[in-house]
Structures are given as structure tokens and as C-alpha cells.
């Protein structure tokens, strides 16, 4: 598995992959510290998941999930940091999977084994459906999503039925929750859920790896 930390102090990356590698997780590791390193790292390591500071002197959280959120949209990034200087839910709803303090680093391997497992039933979908149901989760009518997509309607609702089916959703707005959940959509306090973008990457384990670091 892929971690990418975002965080300036070496000594407490080093603590956290410790703390992971303690629980059992077989990790490749790298850090970074800034905007540039960070959109390097998430094109060229791509992480299974992100664990970032609040804020750094180059960037902050809120950096870096916009540009999770538009480069891997499906990764989760999880606030791990040694201060609160928000409400710990204010992280989740702009987009965090989760906030933990770096006193309690015993809680991050289960946080992520928590948001992958969120996102494997993602596995499951095509490309195609991914990308239908972020548009009727984002409140596309279908006629809209079969002439933005170049198929027919019939095509459309056929996505639509096997996405409801493939990941076990009753109903739009079950489907809309999961979007959410899943760094598809994301809430906004204008409209509710914003404007959804689509990955096709998957979660992956890759072998044991030294902790690295980037500041390009």
C-alpha cells in the first residue's frame, strides 16, 4: 500500500509509519512539505491514501484536499495532526475521511482500512458507470447525462440500474451519500454536494518501502 504524508516534520512521518508498520501494514511510504511535491508525488507514487498535517508553512490541509480532490479524487485523505485548530467534524465535512491526533497514531491503520474498504465496491463498476453516477448523483436528468455522454437514454438508466444493483443502493439518496462518502461529490453549504469528479484508480498493496521525501 501506497501512504503519501504530507508533513514537514520528519520525525513525526517517521513516527507514523512506524505506528503503521507496527499494525501490520506492509507500506511504501513518501513525504512532502509543499504544493509542488504534493502534485508530483500524487502523479508519479500514487498513493492508496494521503495522511496530512493541518498546515504546513508552504500549505495547508484544505491544499491539499482540493488537489486530491481533483487529481484522485477516490483517495482518501485523513488530517492527522498534533494540534486542533478546528471543530474535528469541520475536516470531515470539507472533505477529510477523518481526523486523528498524533497522540493517538494506534487509530490511523484502522481509519484507512476503514475508507478503503468504503471504496471497493467501486471495483465493481466500469469506468462508464462511475462517471453516470456522478452525474445523476450530482442531479443530472438522464436525458442531460445521455446527450453529455453521447449515449442513449436507455443506456443511461441501464448504468443507473447496475450501479443501484452492483453496489446494493435502494435509492438516489443513498446513492448520493455514498458518492459523498467516497470523494466523489462533496458537500457544499450553497448547493450540498458540489461538483463530482471521477477516477478510474483503485486501491492496491504494494510491499514494504522506505520512507521518502520530496521537496520539488
Known sequence: MRVLLVDDNQADA???????????????????????????????????????????ARLDYRTVLE??????????????????????????????????????????????????????????????????????????????????LRLSVKTVESHRQQVMRRLGLRSMAALVRYSIRVGLAIMTPEHGVAQMVTSSRRPSARRTGELKTSDR
Not at 501494514?25 to 508530483?40: K, P
Request: net charge negative; with cysteine.
Open 14 to 56: 517517521e513516527r507514523i509509519v512506524n505506528a503503521l508498520r507496527a499494525a501490520d501494514m506492509q507500506i511504501a511510504a513518501e513525504r512532502v512539505d509543499s504544493e509542488d511535491a504534493l502534485v508530483f508525488a500524487l502523479k508519479e507514487f500514487k498513493p492508496d491514501v494521503v495522511l496530512t498535517e493541518h498546515a504546513l
Open 67 to 148: 488537489s486530491v480532490r481533483t487529481m484522485s479524487p477516490q483517495v482518501p485523505v485523513i488530517v492527522v495532526a498534533a494540534t486542533i485548530t478546528e471543530a474535528s467534524g469541520f475536516y470531515v465535512r470539507a472533505g477529510a475521511e477523518t481526523f486523528i491526533s498524533k497522540l493517538c497514531l494506534p487509530f490511523i491503520a484502522p481509519a484507512i482500512w476503514n475508507a478503503l474498504e468504503a471504496r471497493y465496491p467501486l471495483e465493481n463498476l466500469t469506468s462508464r458507470q462511475i462517471e453516470v453516477m456522478r452525474l445523476v448523483a450530482d442531479g443530472h436528468r438522464t436525458r442531460d447525462i445521455a446527450d453529455r
